[in-house]
């Protein structure tokens, strides 16, 4: 019976962690236990993870620069063209990204992938957002390392983190957070 309940477990919750092709654990390492769909809340106390930076050369070659929208709601979103769920949120970011002059998102992709694949890609899928290819090998080091895809955290106008999710995330979780931390901060 013990057996039974943690295949029924397992069956349930495997799907929730969403897609982590690529996600190995550290060398030495035990795998990880699945992620929870939505892992919400201020990052760890550790000030560069509250303040994160972020620089980032964009697929048309321009610089992007977290600590330039200061001021403005940041939502940087770790994807991959190979994530379903991570396909499914491009158009409603690019949406919240229109809609909204105090809310900039950025599209980090978190996959080898050469720059005229993704330009490619995005012919087909395209995004309003900024969109930059990130080193799989070498992410971003103010921010965790996505443990599955989509990742997203969500900065507030002054650069701290205000809540990050694992998982699809919807514009309409970002507005209410954004709501939340605005009248609680």
């Given at each position: 019976m013990k057996l039974r309940l943690d295949a029924l477990l397992l069956a349930f919750c495997l799907p929730l962690v969403a897609c982590t092709q690529g996600a190995a654990p550290e060398a030495g390492s035990a795998a990880p236990s699945p992620p929870s769909p939505q892992e919400q809340g201020p990052a760890a106390d550790d000030a560069a993870?509250?303040?994160?930076?972020?620089?980032?050369?964009?697929?048309?070659?321009?610089?992007?620069?977290?600590?330039?929208?200061?001021?403005?709601?940041?939502?940087?979103?770790?994807?991959?063209?190979?994530?379903?769920?991570?396909?499914?949120?491009?158009?409603?970011?690019?949406?919240?990204?229109?809609?909204?002059?105090?809310?900039?998102?950025?599209?980090?992709?978190?996959?080898?992938?050469?720059?005229?694949?993704?330009?490619?890609?995005?012919?087909?899928?395209?995004?309003?957002?900024?969109?930059?290819?990130?080193?799989?090998?070498?992410?971003?080091?103010?921010?965790?390392?996505?443990?599955?895809?989509?990742?997203?955290?969500l900065i507030a106008p002054d650069g701290r983190v205000a809540e990050k999710f694992l998982g699809p995330v919807t514009s309409a979780d970002l507005t209410r957070a954004i709501e939340a931390a605005a009248t609680s901060g």
């Open positions: 993870v509250q303040r994160p930076a972020l620089a980032v050369t964009l697929l048309d070659g321009s610089a992007w620069d977290i600590a330039a929208q200061r001021g403005r709601w940041v939502v940087v979103n770790f994807w991959a063209t190979w994530c379903k769920p991570c396909l499914k949120e491009i158009p409603d970011l690019s949406a919240l990204h229109d809609a909204r002059e105090d809310v900039e998102v950025i599209g980090l992709a978190y996959e080898e992938i050469a720059v005229e694949d993704m330009r490619a890609f995005l012919q087909k899928h395209p995004a309003s957002y900024p969109i930059a290819i990130v080193d799989v090998y070498a992410p971003p080091a103010d921010f965790d390392t996505p443990r599955g895809l989509p990742m997203t955290w």
